[in-house]
Structure formats: structure tokens, C-alpha cells
């Protein structure tokens, strides 16, 4: 194996498989900017890898593909660190395509430095401030069973933040989240990718872009899996669910949102509210006013749909589904 010596990642990171969604992923936060670019790995039907400390990218660019092969998690990372020379100095997390787990901590790595392994989680660390950071983030992950794997690998983030995390400081964050066909059209398995690269408070901002990303980019996945995967739907309805109660400033969020709930008959009076939310933010969208029409007509409010469908009728007068929306709340 080529063994290349890179620069020191002060960081904590956890690698972690959601077996339920058939989702893995790696969470990582630094005082060392764009840490994210280089600790973070992952494969759909694969693993995830976590490579810090004195990072090695060939433990991920040659581990993934072993772990894909069937080896395990504790083969993997025998054969990776065996002929490293620098093996004392890294750290490693790895978490197999079937959730088993495996880590590595160098005997040169700089305190505090350890790691913490269970049923599908891989944590580690490497000069924290203590190992409370660690069992912190444990904690926090654990806690946060039932929920999108992105929310529990951030909620350990930031767990590990608030419990002491970088003795140095922090810099930037990110998380990576693989699922098989769930990137952008079906054309990658990365499902989540978020990286806060050089920010004073990059957890902040990491969560409110998993926020939004998780609302434009795993809602419209998750909602397509519904007949077939009873998880997806409940994934789905917490994030249907976060937007009703917390809302945005986004009125094409809320659109999206307003619609899969009017669509689905569930949860009427919070498609209307986030309906009429965004239409108060984009008076003149057609789509948005659309929204509220349905929604209102399938709560029973056809005097309140026809008056909305008849402004966005005015507003896009060529648009012949429009139309038909009209002519179907007036019958």
C-alpha cells in the first residue's frame, strides 16, 4: 500500500451506518480549515471511513473498495495500518457495509486522543480537550435514534463542540451521507454533502444548510420511497414535520413542503399556514398560489381555492394545468 504523509487534522469526527435508510456517513468539525475535504469518506454499499490526525487519503481511496469487496471493518483496517510506517500518528474510523466497526489510534497521537466504538458508530478524536468530548458525542448520537442519519452524525457534532471538542478552537465542519442513487437524479449516491470550510462558528452554519438541504434535496427522495419503504415515510413526516413547526424565510421551502402534505391529505392546516406563508413572500408565483388553492380545497375551503386559483390562473394565463386546476375547484 502507498503510504503518503499529510497534514496534522486536529479533529473530531464520527463514521456511522443507518442500516434502516441503507445510509452511511461520516460528521467532522476542526480548528483546521477545510478538515472536511480530507476526513470524510464514504460508499454506498460500502462503509464510511474517517482518516485524521496525520491524515492518509489511501486509507480511504483504498479502503473503501475493500470494504466493498464484503472484508470487514477490523480487516480493513489491519491491512491499511499494517505496512504504514506512519501508523502511530494517524487515526482512523471505520464502519463496514454491514455496521460493523473498527478504529485506530496512533501512540503519537497528540492528547488528548481516543476513540469510542458501538452498533454501527465509529467516534474519534484526537487533541480534545478530554474524552468527555468523545462520550458526549456517543451520547448525543444515541439520543437521536429515529431520526435522518445527517441530524444524528450533526446532533454529535455539535454534542462534541459544546462538551469541549478542538483544544485549539474551531474552524470548519461537514457532513457526507451516502445512499445508493440518492445523489442529485439518481446520478450519485451522495446524498448529503455539506462543508463549512473557514468559519468562526461553522456547527451554526453546518446546520442550517443540513436544514435546507435536507428540505430540497432528501424530502423529494424520501416521499418517492413511500409505497415501498415504510422508513422513508417516516423520514419524510419528521422533516414535513420540522418545517410546520420551525418554518423559513424560503417561500419555494414552504411550497414544497405545503404541497407534499396538501398531495398527501395529512396535516391540512399546516399546508395552509406554510402555503400562505410563502405566498405572503412571493405573491406572484403561480406555483405557490396553486399550493394554497389545493390545499385549501382538499380542507374543505372551495370559495378560498377558486379564489386562489383564479390569481394564479392571472398570473400565468398560458399555463394549461392552471386551467384545469380552475375548472376542477369550480366543479
Not at 477545510?34 to 480511504?60: E, K, L, R
Not at 479502503?63 to 464484503?70: A, D, I, R, T, V
Not at 418554518?247 to 398527501?264: K, M, V
Request: glycine fraction near 8%.
Amino acid at each position: 500500500m502507498t503510504v503518503v504523509f499529510l497534514s496534522l487534522l486536529s479533529t473530531f469526527s464520527i463514521a456511522a451506518y443507518d442500516s434502516d435508510a441503507g445510509e452511511w456517513g461520516v460528521a467532522v468539525a476542526s480548528c483546521v480549515p477545510f478538515a472536511y475535504h480530507s476526513v470524510a469518506w464514504a460508499g454506498a454499499d460500502a462503509g464510511a471511513i474517517a482518516t485524521q490526525s496525520w491524515t492518509n487519503h489511501f486509507y480511504a481511496t483504498e479502503g473503501l473498495p475493500l470494504l466493498k469487496s464484503g472484508l470487514s471493518a477490523d480487516s480493513v483496517l489491519v491491512l491499511l495500518t499494517y505496512t504504514d510506517t506512519l501508523r502511530d500518528q494517524r487515526q482512523l474510523g471505520i464502519v463496514d457495509r454491514f455496521g460493523n466497526t473498527a478504529s485506530f489510534t496512533g501512540e503519537m497521537c497528540m492528547n488528548w486522543a481516543g476513540s469510542i466504538l458501538g452498533d454501527g458508530y465509529a467516534i474519534q478524536g484526537n487533541i480534545l480537550t478530554g474524552p468527555e468530548v468523545i462520550e458526549e458525542m456517543e451520547r448525543a448520537f444515541l439520543e437521536a435514534e429515529g431520526v435522518p442519519l445527517a441530524e444524528r452524525l450533526y446532533a454529535a457534532l455539535v454534542a462534541g463542540e459544546a462538551a469541549g471538542g478542538d483544544s485549539r478552537g474551531r474552524q470548519s465542519a461537514g457532513i457526507l451521507v451516502v445512499r445508493k442513487n440518492s445523489g442529485h437524479n439518481g446520478a450519485t449516491d451522495r446524498f448529503v454533502e455539506i462543508a463549512v470550510n473557514d468559519n468562526p462558528d461553522p456547527l451554526t452554519i453546518l446546520g442550517d444548510h443540513l436544514y435546507t438541504w435536507e428540505l430540497y434535496n432528501c424530502l423529494p427522495v424520501y416521499a418517492s420511497e413511500i409505497t415501498e419503504n415504510s422508513v422513508s415515510e417516516a423520514r419524510m413526516m419528521h422533516l414535513l414535520q420540522r418545517l410546520a413547526l420551525e418554518g423559513s424565510d424560503n417561500p419555494q421551502l414552504l411550497n414544497l413542503g405545503a404541497w407534499e402534505l396538501a398531495t398527501r391529505d395529512i396535516m391540512l392546516d399546516e399546508a395552509i399556514a406554510m402555503a400562505g406563508k410563502a405566498v405572503e413572500l412571493a405573491p406572484d408565483d403561480s406555483n405557490i398560489r396553486d399550493t394554497l388553492a389545493e390545499a385549501l380545497f382538499r380542507n374543505g375551503d372551495i370559495e378560498g381555492a377558486l379564489e386562489q386559483a383564479r390569481i394564479a390562473t392571472e398570473l400565468d394565463p398560458e399555463n394549461p394545468y392552471l386551467q384545469e386546476q380552475l375548472e376542477r375547484f369550480s366543479n
